[in-house]
Structure formats: C-alpha cells, structure tokens
C-alpha cells in the first residue's frame, strides 16, 4: 500500500484535508515493575518515522527520482540566479549551474546534488512570496495531485491556495511525523519532505 493510499484522502478542492486514516498502535503497560526492561526493548523497536534522505541528482538519468524532482532543483537554482531551463532534465547546462552554485557557497564543486548543496539551495517561501522557488512548491502540488498541472496555478506566486496546499500537506505529513511543523510555510523540513516525495505515490 502506498503512502497515500494510507493516509486516505488528503487533499480535496484546492488542498484541504478531507479525511486521514491513521491506525492507532497501543503498548500494553507492564504489569509490574519487573517488566521495565522488556517495556523498555519494546519500545525502542518501535521507530518514529522520519523524513527520507535527501535526493542524490547527478548529470544523466536520475531513475530513482522523477522528473518533478529534478524540476525543484532547476527552479530552486532559478531562485538563486541561474539562467536555464526547468525541464526534468539534469543536463550539461544543469550541472554547470549547480557546479556554479556550488563554488559561491564553498561546497564541494562536483556537480552532485546531495545532502549540503540541497540545503544550501531551497529558500524558504510563504504567503506573499514570487520567484521559481514558489513555482517548485507549486509544480510538487500538482505532482502529488495528478492534475498534470492544473491542480495549482504555476505562476511563481505564493497565494491563499497555495498555502492552503502547504498547510494540507504539512498535516498530512504530521500525522506519519508527529511534531512536524504546520505553519503554511515552506522551510528546509517541508523542501525536504516535498523534494524526496513524502506522500506521493
């Protein structure tokens, strides 16, 4: 079962959260003092689910992402001054941006996208926001949505809707993740759970 399928329907008209199910898991209490210790080793088996590593993109076919993925790194380099295309594809022109984006901030110029350079890169966005990195969050929207854009307009504009999404979203995400925040605003935990495609699928 699919991470969306499991958490029902999280986003209706424009990204309000509808319905979420969510089982509950019960620990039985030990019975007595003795029992601390086996309390104690069951719950240490029990693991908080947390956020997904981010993405590793590199030139060529990046297979275990899709191209959504690749099109929040073209953006998020739009945002910081690049000139290129977004299109989903980690091309030559892509690589020498994040080469590029890599110098300016001390990184390791390799032109691999990993853990330091993504953040490094996203900018945090929210209500009022304008640029490609609200483009991003807007082109993850329709992704999750299976609108094939239509869901969000990708205008580069931080509106009521799409805030309304983030917040959608960032419940959802909560409720795999408790104490994950939900404040409308897109920071370096929402970019992460929106580039590595928590609840997509």
């Known amino acids: 079962m699919t991470r969306k ?7 209706a008209t424009m990204g309000i959260v509808t319905a979420i199910a969510v089982p509950a898991t019960a620990v039985a209490a ?12 069951l719950a240490a088996s029990v693991t908080t689910p947390q956020l997904q590593p981010w993405p590793v993109l590199r030139q060529g076919h990046n297979s275990s992402w899709p191209a959504v993925t690749v099109r929040s790194l073209q953006y998020l380099l739009k945002a910081r001054g690049a000139k290129l295309t977004v299109d989903g594809v980690f091309g030559s022109k892509t690589r020498a941006a994040v080469i590029a984006f890599q110098r300016t901030h001390h990184l390791a110029p390799n032109g691999v996208v990993g853990p330091a350079t993504w953040k490094a890169l996203v900018v945090t966005v929210k209500l009022g926001s304008v640029g490609p990195a609200v483009r991003a969050v807007q ?5 999750r949505n299976g609108k094939n854009g239509h869901s969000l307009n990708v205008d580069g504009v931080f509106g009521q809707k799409t805030r309304a999404w983030v917040i959608a979203f960032q419940r959802a995400v909560a409720h795999d993740i408790p104490g994950f925040r939900v404040d409308g605003i897109v920071g370096p935990a929402t970019w992460q759970a929106l580039v590595t495609e928590f609840l997509s699928g």
């Open 5 to 11: 399928a499991k958490v029902g329907a999280i986003f």
């Open 139 to 143: 082109d993850q929207a329709n992704f």
């Open 30 to 41: 030990p019975a007595a003092a003795g029992s601390v210790a086996t309390a104690t080793v």
